[in-house]
């Protein structure tokens, strides 16, 4: 094999490299929390508007066997805590926001109760279980070989562009019986950010809560 073979195949290895280090549009195992307990059962499968989600529906779970859904405050899980890229002032902004868009979007669905007491409740538990910011995703003409390993060199110095990202776990739990009926990982990507050192804004993320809420809104009732 002469030299000029060899460039190339170190050329097309190096774009391969690039290539599966691209984000994924759903968590992956090693990014689940714990919130849920249990993520055996979850599958891929779309929101309204498309957004690649994990989820799992019990079966013959219906909306309309319940009066109403209480809204339990919003948290962050594990428990989050500054850092030199997100600040405590921007992590309880990004709460408040999110408490407030889901609550009004259950409102929008349902009847929203102030307390889980009584029969025929539903709970939401809702946790942020991350907020990060990850390499954006190749374009198609950084798939071009020299194009990819000169994309590889800047993530590799901290240099390439990257999307903030969220992480929220949901579960609804039938109050009656204590026992999950509906559960969901999504992961969702906001404005971009310079590099992997700039800071994230609450302002980056959301969009990516705008666009969970209003999948909440326009799911299917079951």
């Known amino acids: 094999m002469n030299n000029k073979k060899r460039f190339i195949i170190k050329i097309l290895l190096a774009a391969g490299l690039v290539l599966t ?7 992956e195992q090693k990014q689940f929390s714990g919130f849920l307990g249990d993520y055996s059962t979850l599958q891929v499968a779309d929101s309204p508007s498309g957004h690649k989600v994990l989820r799992w529906i019990a079966p013959g779970f219906k909306e309309s066997d319940f ?7 919003l948290i962050f899980y594990p428990p989050a805590h500054p850092n ?9 902004q990004i709460r408040q926001y999110a408490s407030g868009q889901i609550r009004n979007a259950i409102a929008e669905r349902s009847t929203l109760l102030d307390s889980s007491s009584g029969s025929r409740v539903l709970v939401a538990q809702v946790a942020i279980t991350a907020v990060t910011a990850e390499n954006e995703d190749m374009k198609f003409y950084e798939v071009v070989p020299v194009a990819a390993v000169i994309a590889s060199t800047m993530a590799a110095s901290g240099h390439r562009t990257q999307n903030a ?8 739990i039938d109050q009656d019986t204590g026992k999950t009926v509906f559960a969901v990982v999504r992961k969702g990507y906001g404005r971009n950010v310079r590099n992997n050192s700039a800071p994230i ?3 980056d993320v959301k969009p990516v809560i ?5 999948d909440i809104v326009h799911f299917p009732k079951q």
């Open 21 to 27: 280090g691209c984000s994924s549009k759903v968590a």
């Open 67 to 73: 009066r109403g859904v209480y809204f339990a405050p």
């Open 84 to 92: 030199t890229r997100i600040s405590q002032d921007t992590l309880n």
């Open 165 to 172: 990202t969220l992480f929220i776990e949901a579960k609804l």
């Open 201 to 203: 804004t609450a302002d």
């Open 210 to 214: 705008d666009a969970m809420v209003a």
